[in-house]
Each structure stands twice: as structure tokens, then as C-alpha cells.
């Protein structure tokens, strides 16, 4: 079949619009998406200054103040992010692996300035090896005092790395101050044992650039969620150490796979997958991608640490 | 000129064809009506705020295609889709034209939804082998490759390879 054919062929076929463009409607469309996108944003911005005021009340009408922030507020440090021919964002998860994410300035733009405050990290912890049975742990700058409020305060043992414990025995909850750092291990089940267990095994150093590594003795796991999450002013971006989870996703040149999606909320989420090197990333913006700015994403691996190690070799807790 | 204006000309300029590229992809005209109006106002959004595609018509045509291969998207659709066909009928095409297209548009259905995207790409909106390329996330290479298994599984029809033949033989068993 000759091309002109073809061409024939699919003009015959193709459908004319029922009618002409409403380009009121469409251009109604596009405002309310963006206002839309504008009210999550400020949405979220609401959610931070009402915890902040709602902590500065709590440690004003404290009976019994305790200092366990140390180091400077954590909410003033940036990422080391760096910008140059294009946005490198360095990204320390929990076992110490390091990934630096590069990204075309037009997207990296969306997470310049973000601080540490903007940083969440996630895992979980075994009760031992080989045992199917654990903790989710969640890792964010702050207070424990803000993270278990009312808590139950704990005698940190001697020896531990942890300032301050605070138990939320009816939540399962029990939280570890780290210098500017907050844990907050839950689970079905937390026993006085368990509580025990926890406190001797679960600890954590800050680095140099301001990150936060795990060093406890209990296993180390990822869990279903991020490994990272980083909120940034205009771009979301999610660290996975696991196998791609996209469907069909698509090969660019540098070895990566993508695949684009709509989110429910009307954002559009890009899932870059490093399929040798089992790390995923998720980037989530009010638009889609453009291809330049796929081609121009690198995933560079700086560090692996031990989890991400046992993962790409097949292993497990 | 405004950029709103701008932006109305382009959109005004692009949806016809979109919404021919976006029908052949998807097999369903109200369907590809309501991709081709989300796709304009993402790129109404994006014309208004930031960056400017290079090239609208492809970046349109694959957030088109992007939309339409999403599950919470199609549901959306669907949605509207059922509201539209209880309050607004479709005029009927004459039975040649409505056969004619259905077939031709059941073939292209069959083909694997990347060689569909390409095929429609190349020689329904006229995208360069490069533009197509950028457009889906792909090398110009594969984008030919495409192109090229599309041509031959629709030259395998029957039905499209000999458009006159099928015309004649729905003619007299009607």
C-alpha cells in the first residue's frame, strides 16, 4: 500500500468534530486546572503553617518544656541541590544510598530551594532476621513532641543515639529524636519486648550534607511506599528501591524506562524506572513531561547501600 | 496579539485534526472530542504559564494518547460520555460512509497501540519521522519501524487492501 494511499485510507476514516471548539469552555478549562493546581498548593501551605502555629502553642503551654530539637531548626537547611547545566538533586535514603537525580532546568526549577523540611524518608525495620515481622518507620526533620503528642516519655537507654522516646502505646507508636531529625516507628503490635527491642536497635546519624542514615541493628527494609519523598514547590519526586512497577513502560536512550500517567487529581505523574539498578522515580507536576525533558532526566547512583545491595541481589531480611 | 488570542488561534487551528488523529487512535469520536478539549486546555495552561511546546500538535496528540490510555481518565470519560449521549444526539452519516469508516477504523483498532500511535502520527497528522520521534518518547528508528509493521498488518487486510472490492461487495449484499 502506497503511502498516499494510507494517508487516503485514515482521512477517510478519521472523525470531524461534531462541532466547532468552544474556545470559551476550553480556555474555562484551563484556568480552573490551574486554580485548581494553585488551591492544592496553597492547600498544603495552609497544612504547614497550621502545624507549625499548633506546635509553637503545644511547647508554649507545656508544663514541662524539654529541648530536644538539636542543631539548627531543620526547616531552615536546604538540599545541597546544585545548579548548573542542569538541577542535580542529591537524595540520601535511609541505608545510605545516594542518588543524585538530574534534572533539565525547566523541571528542576520545581524543587530549587527546598529544604530538609520538605524531605520525608521511609522504611521499616525487622524484629530480627528471617523473622516476617516488623515496624514501619517514618523519618521527617521536627519534634517528636509534635509527631506522638500526649506520648508516654521513655528512659532512652545508655549508650543509644536517640536524645529523647516518647510511646504512644495505644497507636503502636513509639518516637526517637535524633538531633533535628524525628523517627516514628508503628506497627499491629508493640509490646513492652518489642519497645525494648526497639529502643536498643533503632538508630540514626545525620551526615555532613544534612541527611539522615540508618544505623540500628535491627534489619533494615523498604516498604510500600516511597523511600524518599521530596515536596518541592512545583514537582513531587518519589525514590523507590524495588522493581519498575509501570506497565508498558517506554525506553529512552540512556537505558531508562518511562511511562507517563494522569493522576486523579489532575497532576501528571512521569514513572522513570532504572530497571539494572532497581530504583524507580516518580515526578509528579501540574503538566506532562516534554520528551526533550525526558531525554535530558539522568539517574545517577553515587552510593549503594546495604538494602538497595541485598535488593539488586535478590536477598531479603 | 494576547497570549490568550494566541493560544485561542492555535487551539482553534489544531482541533480538527486532533480530533481526526485522536479518533483513529481511540475508535470513538465523542471520546477523542473530549481528549482533543483536555488536551487544548492543558496546553492553554501551559501556553499561559510556562514553556511553549515546539511543536503543539504532537505534544497535544501524545497527551492525548497519554489520556486516553489512562484507567481513572477513561472512567471520567466514560462518565461524561453518558450524559452527552442522553442529551445530545449524533447526526447520521450516510450507510456507505458510516460501514466504510467503521471497518477502515476497526483495522487500525487491531493494530498494537505504539504502532497505531505511529501510524496515525506519520500519515494522518503528517509528523516528520523526528517529530514523531520526540513526540513518543522513542528513537526516530523505532518510530520507522512502526510505521513500517503498521503499513504491512494493514496491507494483510483484505479489507484495506482493497478498499473497492469491499465496496462492491457491500453494495450488492445490500
Keep these: ?243 519498575c512497577s509501570s506497565q508498558s513502560p517506554q525506553s529512552l536512550a540512556s537505558g531508562l524506562t518511562f511511562e507517563r500517567a494522569a493522576a486523579s487529581d489532575g497532576s501528571s505523574v512521569t514513572v522513570l524506572c532504572d530497571p539494572a539498578r532497581r530504583i524507580e522515580v516518580q515526578l509528579r507536576g501540574a503538566t506532562p513531561l516534554t520528551d526533550s525533558e525526558l531525554y535530558q532526566i539522568r539517574i545517577d547512583l553515587a552510593f549503594v547501600g546495604p538494602t538497595l545491595a541485598a535488593i539488586q541481589a535478590g536477598q531479603h531480611p | 496579539m494576547t497570549d490568550e488570542s494566541e493560544v485561542a488561534e492555535v487551539c482553534r487551528d489544531l482541533y480538527p485534526r486532533l480530533v481526526g488523529a485522536l479518533g483513529l487512535f481511540c475508535g470513538d469520536i465523542d471520546k477523542a472530542e473530549d481528549l482533543a478539549q483536555e488536551a487544548l486546555a492543558r496546553l492553554w495552561a501551559r501556553w499561559t504559564t510556562t514553556r511553549r511546546p515546539d511543536h503543539p500538535m504532537a505534544w497535544c496528540y501524545q497527551v492525548g494518547v497519554n489520556l486516553a490510555r489512562s484507567a481513572a481518565r477513561r472512567r471520567t470519560i466514560e462518565q461524561r460520555l453518558l450524559r452527552r449521549v442522553v442529551s445530545e444526539p449524533r447526526p447520521v452519516d450516510s450507510a456507505e460512509t458510516t460501514i466504510r469508516a467503521a471497518a477502515v477504523n476497526a483495522a487500525i483498532l487491531e493494530l498494537p497501540i505504539r504502532q497505531r500511535q505511529a501510524v496515525v502520527a506519520r500519515h494522518y497528522l503528517g509528523l516528520s519521522v523526528q517529530e514523531a520521534a520526540v513526540a513518543m518518547g522513542c528513537a526516530p528508528g523505532t518510530v520507522t519501524a512502526l510505521t513500517h509493521q503498521a503499513t504491512a498488518r494493514l496491507r494483510q487486510s483484505k479489507l484495506l487492501a482493497d478498499p473497492d472490492t469491499y465496496e462492491e461487495a457491500e453494495h450488492g449484499s445490500s
Design chain 1, 1 to 243: 500500500m502506497a503511502a498516499r494511499d494510507l494517508e487516503e485510507l485514515l482521512e477517510s476514516a478519521a472523525p470531524i468534530p461534531s462541532a466547532a471548539l468552544d474556545i470559551a469552555a476550553v480556555g474555562q478549562r484551563a484556568r480552573s486546572r490551574r486554580r485548581r493546581l494553585q488551591g492544592v498548593r496553597v492547600a498544603a501551605s495552609l497544612v504547614v503553617v497550621g502545624m507549625l502555629i499548633g506546635v509553637a502553642a503545644l511547647v508554649s503551654t507545656s508544663g514541662h518544656r524539654r529541648t530536644v530539637v538539636a542543631g539548627p531548626p531543620p526547616t531552615s537547611r536546604a538540599i545541597p541541590i546544585v545548579v548548573g547545566l542542569d538541577v542535580s538533586v542529591p537524595i540520601d535514603l535511609l541505608d545510605g544510598t545516594r542518588i543524585n537525580l538530574g534534572l533539565p532546568d525547566s523541571v528542576g526549577e520545581g524543587v530549587t530551594g527546598a529544604t530538609f523540611a520538605n524531605l520525608a524518608l521511609h522504611g521499616s525495620v525487622y524484629a530480627k532476621a528471617g523473622e516476617n515481622r516488623g515496624w514501619r518507620i517514618d523519618v521527617v526533620p521536627g519534634s517528636i513532641d509534635m509527631l506522638v503528642p500526649g506520648g508516654e516519655p521513655l528512659t532512652v537507654p545508655s549508650g543509644s543515639r536517640s536524645s529523647a522516646a516518647i510511646v504512644d502505646r495505644p497507636g503502636h507508636r513509639l518516637g526517637f529524636q535524633f538531633g533535628s531529625w524525628a523517627l516514628v516507628a508503628s506497627g499491629d503490635t508493640l509490646t513492652p519486648a518489642d519497645i525494648d527491642s526497639l529502643l536498643a536497635g533503632i538508630a540514626l546519624i545525620e551526615t555532613p550534607d544534612g541527611f539522615v542514615e540508618y544505623r540500628g541493628s535491627l534489619p533494615l527494609w523498604i516498604i510500600g511506599s516511597p523511600d524518599a519523598a521530596l515536596t518541592g514547590r512545583s514537582l513531587d519526586v518519589s525514590v523507590f528501591l524495588r522493581n
